[in-house]
């Protein structure tokens, strides 16, 4: 039985998209657990490992999107496509919360599953790297909001940046706290 894990990044965020990454481990790989609960070097140190030692696929869904869907039917999105853009199809997907989305695969949601599952801990800890790196990239072209260092999440700086400069192309209006 091929099992895949998946889980999501960013999905409390103001600005940037949501994304999701797909795991199929095809190797042990020892230390997994939630991204939350590992250093940002060891994440970074394991997100390579879980590339060389499994199937994996990313998919993002941008806060325009965000905007038009809601952030729950986004984040199934972002799922459904990282699930869908694997190389081989897996019989399984164990879903990290409490929904899955609505594919032709089997999927079961286990809450904290990102702590239990070994699939969804890949999944979660290569989202997050390849989030936070695409938010530390857009800290280039947006450097009055310390992106590299809040990855769009909403920090006391982040906030104030908002109400000083207003928001981005890349901010997601329909949240609050954005459009001020």
């Known amino acids: 039985m091929i099992i895949a894990g998946v889980d999501e990044v960013g999905r409390g965020c103001l600005a940037g998209p949501v994304t999701a990454a797909a795991t199929i481990i095809t190797a042990p790989i020892q230390g997994l657990k939630d991204s939350k609960r590992i250093s940002a070097e060891k994440r970074n140190i394991l997100s390579v ?29 972002a799922m ?7 190389t081989i199809q897996p ?11 609505n594919i032709r695969v089997d999927c079961k949601a286990i809450i904290g599953g990102d702590n239990l599952i070994p699939e969804i801990s890949a999944a979660s800890i290569i ?41 981005t192309s890349i901010h997601r209006k329909s949240f609050k706290g954005v459009v001020v």
Do not use: C, W
Not at 80 to 86: R, S, T, Y
Not at 91 to 101: I, M, R, W
């Open 49 to 77: 490992e879980i590339k060389d030692k499994s199937i994996f696929s990313f998919a993002s869904v941008s806060n325009s999107q965000i905007d038009e869907l809601n952030i729950h039917q986004a984040t199934l999105l």
């Open 127 to 167: 989202a997050k790297v390849y989030r936070d790196k695409l938010m530390t990239q857009l800290d280039k072209k947006y450097p009055l909001y310390n992106f590299a260092k809040n990855k769009g999440y909403g920090t006391a700086q982040h906030l104030n940046a908002l109400k000083e400069f207003g928001y």
């Open 80 to 86: 459904e496509k990282a699930i869908m853009k694997l």
């Open 91 to 101: 019989d399984l997907v164990y879903v990290d919360g409490k929904f899955t989305p």
